[in-house]
């Protein structure tokens, strides 16, 4: 007998058995530890995450991320997936309708998720139940061999250091976009032992600065003070944290695709695009209620 319930009394393992037999024939594979990290920097929250079961085998599942987006509560799809075996049943769409009553009772006021652009059938699940696309983003990868940093863009008047996170916190006007979530602060700071964090210094100024993630070659956050632009700054600061990187390839995931600075950069250092992404987000709370509230408090 199959039901759909919550899956906040479900241990990791099981989560983790699911997970891999949903995903084996995904282009990237996870560990156990890969996905307790995801799962930990994405803010997953079991009881306000779902399943289908069969028996007490779990055989579809939701995972979501709680936590806040652009200043509203927010749900974020950090995983969902079907076994192999079960799909075509209509399982995810049957999960995720039974857990909105859930949602929005923890007072959440949107749902948001990321897709692949070439996913055409998800795509289409995703905006019958109601989503809309928010934007639309690249993803880059390249393997450490294949990186073009051009030693002569240097500038010997910059100096590389260290920094805390906090100091890139107050950098924010750098930004060309807003972080995706997976991409976000919240999301560091869910782990923030986790990243390198370096800034290029002038005079005692910081003008730019890298977060960077040496076990998945991921540059989570880079940035550059618009007056500063153009000295090779960038191309300072990822060659630094290079230097850290466990993993065979480096990678820029999320980056929007309308920011011609960002892509630009990264193609330049060789940094390929291989692929695009929907930000998609459905609304739980119609808006106009979620902005009157927010003016009463």
């Not at 990822?238 to 960002?262: F, M, P, W």
Request: aromatic share 12%.
């Amino acid at each position: 007998m199959r039901k759909i319930t919550s899956l906040e009394n479900l241990g990791f393992s099981d989560l983790y058995i699911a997970f891999n037999k949903a995903f084996q024939d995904y282009e990237i594979q996870f560990n156990k530890n890969d996905l307790k990290v995801l799962l930990q920097r994405r803010g997953f929250v079991p009881e306000l995450s779902f399943g289908a079961f069969e028996g007490d085998k779990l055989i579809a599942f939701t995972f979501n991320g709680i936590g806040f987006y652009n200043g509203v509560k927010t749900a974020y799809d950090t995983g969902t997936g079907t076994i192999k075996e079960y799909r075509g049943q209509g399982l995810a769409t049957k999960i995720f309708e039974y857990s909105l009553p859930f949602l929005k009772k923890a007072n959440v006021s949107q749902y948001l998720l990321e897709v692949l652009q070439h996913n055409t059938k998800a795509v289409s699940v995703y905006k019958k139940i109601g989503f809309e696309v928010s934007r639309e983003f690249n993803y880059f990868i390249c393997k450490n061999e294949e990186l073009q940093i051009n030693p002569s863009s240097k500038n010997k008047d910059f100096e590389i250091i260290k920094i805390g996170l906090n100091q890139c916190i107050s950098m924010i006007d750098f930004w060309d976009f807003i972080p995706a979530w997976q991409n976000s602060f919240d999301s560091i700071t869910r782990k923030p032992n986790d990243f390198i964090i370096v800034g290029a210094t002038i005079r005692n100024q910081v003008v730019g600065y890298c977060i960077f993630d040496p076990k998945s070659g991921d540059i989570t956050q880079i940035a550059v003070n618009k007056k500063h632009r153009r000295k090779g700054i960038a191309s300072l600061l990822l060659e630094d944290v290079l230097r850290y990187n466990q993993h065979s390839s480096v990678k820029a995931i999320n980056t929007e695709v309308g920011c011609k600075s960002i892509n630009d950069f990264l193609q330049s250092v060789g940094i390929s695009i291989t692929g695009k992404l929907f930000e998609m987000i459905k609304q739980l709370v119609p808006l106009q209620n979620f902005l009157a509230k927010d003016n009463t408090d």
